[in-house]
């Protein structure tokens, strides 16, 4: 009964533990610290659930080719700043996009790339114009 | 052979073949059955059916059973809890990561 007991709190604890991990930018690690540099001035600011996001993002920084690597810290400030709503849109967008036939993606990519190469401004999200190796 | 015996007549025959028995086999038999009889009223701890007839379905018998019962299900549920928040915070880390890191720019896929 006691052994019952016991463990039924410890998967509540563990439940419930998840949830409180807020981290100060001064106590994360140097990698983490490298991978998240463009968000040093907000991260304390940041609220916890996004902090942990980023947090596991930034753990597969390291296995990213340095064009992906580059492309991720220009992205970091401009995805930190939208709203969650407008986050959790993104991604439904993105993983429709991702159902979407290769041949179908290929061709907007290129368009994507045609419309890129024309502008005479730097875009905004800082993609590189050059053909970078894919990161997946 | 085809004559029919009553439950009665069964009986009788039974008490009237057992007088005939020897006195050792006799308190043999008393025995067993005492033996028998106290195993059947030993209390099991183990969860059994309710057993009234229409009854099908295993119910805990004690509070126990039941405090039992409820933990286990409290610890399913929050397995199953940890379990789908662990996925899906999984998939928003994939996802997040595709869209920072891919070719396309992020602005095609905020509003």
Redesign the interface.
């Known amino acids: 009964?006691k052994h019952?007991?016991t463990?039924?709190f410890f998967?509540?604890f563990?439940?419930v533990a998840?949830l409180c991990a807020a981290e100060q930018w001064q106590k994360l690690s140097p990698q983490q610290q490298q991978a998240l540099a463009p968000l040093a001035a907000e991260w304390n600011s940041l609220p916890e659930q996004q902090q942990?996001?980023l947090l596991?993002?930034a753990k597969?920084y390291p296995h990213?080719s340095p064009a992906?690597?580059q492309?991720?810290q220009h992205?970091?400030v401009?995805?930190s700043n939208?709203t969650p709503a407008?986050?959790k849109?993104?991604?439904e967008?993105?993983?429709a996009?991702?159902k979407v036939p290769e041949k179908e993606r290929e061709a907007?990519?290129q368009m994507?790339?045609k419309t890129?190469a024309a502008a005479s401004t730097s875009?905004?999200?800082g993609?590189p114009s050059t053909?970078?190796a894919?990161?997946? | 052979m085809t004559t029919k015996l009553d439950p009665k007549k069964i009986t009788q025959l039974l008490d009237q073949s057992t007088r005939q028995l020897d006195g050792k086999i006799l308190s043999a038999l008393q025995q067993s059955r005492a033996q028998a009889l106290q195993r059947q009223s030993t209390p099991v701890q183990v969860l059994g059916f309710a057993g009234d007839g229409w009854t099908h379905f295993p119910l805990p018998r004690s509070a126990r059973q039941w405090i039992t019962i409820g933990l286990l299900a409290l610890a399913l549920a929050s397995g199953a809890n940890l379990w789908w928040q662990h996925t899906r915070h999984q998939q928003i880390i994939d996802t997040d990561v595709e869209i920072l890191t891919d070719e396309l720019p992020i602005e095609l896929f905020v509003d």
């Open positions: 009964m019952v007991l463990s039924g998967i509540v563990l439940s998840p942990k996001i596991a993002v597969r990213l992906a690597q492309r991720m992205r970091l401009l995805w939208l407008q986050r849109a993104a991604r967008k993105y993983r996009f991702s907007v990519k994507v790339k890129q875009p905004a999200s993609v053909t970078a894919s990161t997946r």
